[in-house]
């Protein structure tokens, strides 16, 4: 699937809006492979930039889906209330905490009608019946999982590779059940150990994700047993990224911590210690998407305001190493570090 790249570095889906046609085409264009977002967009939105990527790209580029949950019956009103407050404060109305299936049967039918040559999923497995249509036209799937439970059910539903994600990554957790006890959803494994214990237990293709920023990073994971390595944090400021300016600035600047979080959307995410998040996060009830959906405004608000202070800043923990620039560049630059770092291991030879 991904061995015949010339350089095996995937640019991981950023829903929300960082990642753009644009930005997919350009890192395919310099040797890698890149993926589009599906989470939130609708079924037609998503068709409009399988189209543009397409003609971007020549058709070298993935599809990310975000699979439904179960409808949660979790209490909402202290967490509105809460939130309540910066709606205020921005002057805007919060949005209805309603619970929705991402539009996910019909962007479905979207990749499957457009033979997208690889979509992976966020959230849980697709159904073996779902696989098997995404087969019949010659598609590959890709399921991310954070634990090596998570593989095997995976790998049983009929995937072809697994996006193993470790807890350094930013944005949520591709968590299949969000345990509502545990500030993270569950038991977190860091990335070099998660790639021993899930290759323990399956035999599919794995690719590498969580806090991957230096090229050094992306020789490790490989050396580690990865076809390839998956980066999303590293492009946020990339010239082709839709990333908002507020986030570009508190990215650049590499002076917050970073922690996961349920305030924003209802499911634990890494990002960037702001107000919302340091204040909210405590008592947010385990609710996606009703959250997402309630926040909505507050977050759009904040970054039209250039107030990062309300916004969910996604980010890995390697954030601060991230640079800035055009995509190709930043590509270049991972490659020449990748290749510095085996030469420095021929040392074992």
């Known amino acids: 699937m991904f061995e015949n790249l010339r350089f095996p570095l995937i640019a991981a889906p950023m829903a929300g809006g960082p990642t753009t046609p644009e930005l997919v085409a350009a890192v ?30 020549g058709g070298a580029f993935g599809v990310n889906l975000f699979l439904p949950g179960a409808r949660s019956a979790a209490d909402l009103t202290a967490h509105r209330e809460r939130l309540l407050a910066e709606a205020i404060r921005y002057g ?11 539009a996910y049967p019909a962007k479905l039918a979207v990749v499957i009608e457009r033979r ?24 590959q799937v890709v399921v991310t999982v954070t ?10 539903s009929g995937a072809d590779a697994l996006c ?37 237990k399956v035999t599919l293709p794995l690719i590498a994700a969580g806090g991957l920023v230096h090229g050094a990073d992306i020789a490790a994971v490989l050396a580690a047993g990865a076809v390839a390595a998956q ?37 634990p995410a890494r990002g960037l210690v702001n107000r919302v998040l340091s204040d909210l996060s405590a008592d947010a009830p385990a609710a996606y998407p009703q959250l997402h959906h309630l926040s909505k405004p507050v977050r759009a608000a904040s970054a039209k305001a250039g107030d990062p202070e309300a916004m969910s800043l996604w980010a890995g923990q390697t954030y ?27 040392r074992l030879r």
């Open 28 to 57: 395919s264009a310099a040797g890698g492979f890149g993926f589009l977002a599906g989470g939130y967009l609708t079924a037609d939105a998503l068709d409009e930039k399988i189209a543009t990527t397409a003609e971007l790209t």
């Open 320 to 346: 601060p190493l991230a640079p800035a620039g055009p995509a190709a560049s930043i590509v270049d630059r991972l490659r020449a570090e990748a290749r510095e770092a085996l030469s420095r291991v021929e």
């Open 147 to 156: 634990n090596p439970d998570e593989a095997v059910l995976a790998a049983s």
């Open 92 to 102: 805007v109305e919060l949005g209805e905490p309603r619970w929705d299936d991402d």
């Open 116 to 139: 997208v040559p690889v979509v992976s999923f966020t959230f849980g497995a697709p159904a073996a019946e779902e696989v098997r249509r995404l087969h019949d036209v010659g598609s």
């Open 164 to 200: 193993v994600q470790g807890f350094e990554a930013g944005g949520h957790r591709s968590l299949f059940a969000d345990d509502p006890g545990s500030p993270a959803g569950g038991e977190q494994y860091g990335l070099l150990a998660l790639l021993r214990l899930v290759a323990a």
């Open 231 to 267: 980066l999303g944090t590293v492009f946020l400021q990339a010239d082709e990224a839709g990333t908002p300016l507020a986030q570009r600035h508190a990215l650049a600047a590499g002076d917050r911590r970073t922690a996961f979080t349920r305030a924003f959307s209802g499911r």
